[in-house]
């Protein structure tokens, strides 16, 4: 489970009890605060996702709010073999800089603070700079044969736009739901039980 822009795995915590209550089994993302540069935190989700893997001898569900689900769509693409179904919540998986306006400020200032060298944090060049080049081409990829996708939406979302979250690929499934509260909706988790 991977948790949205300036979100750490605690947002996704109610979302996880209820899974584990329905038998799944969850795993965090290790991510405290999600603002790192996307090919760092790439890499370091794709190591964990091996271990994980690994262990549990089958392909991952991985399940992305926002930036993470954005996150998850790289996983899916570099590694395959590794994910069995991604599931996005309110994600930009068209372009993940189709926002409103409120979250420019967030992503500025995260932008600001990289750029200056505070650790931790992506920079201002991350968007067009060669630090994420692969990343940029990864995002404009297509999902592999294979990897399940169902990207969850609202109308409501007041965050990102939702023509941004909708890929050309998958399964698309509209919730009547804030940005921030699709980790939290019921009839969500609802429908995305009888998906899994």
Known sequence: MIPGFLAGDP????????????????ERSGIALNVDCSERIARRLERRLERLVDRCGR???????SRGGVLGWLLAVRRPELVEHLVTLGSPLRDQLDVFPTPWIGIGAVGLLGTLGVPGFFGLGCYRGRCCAQVRADLEAPLPEGVRLTAFYSRRDAIVRWRACVPAQGESVEVRS???GMGLDEKLWRELARRL
Not at 59 to 65: H, L, N, S
């Open 178 to 180: 804030s940005h921030l």
């Open 11 to 26: 947002s996704l915590s109610r979302l996880a009890v209820w899974l584990r209550g329905g038998g799944f089994d969850t």
């Open 59 to 65: 392909p991952a569900v991985v399940i992305g709010q």
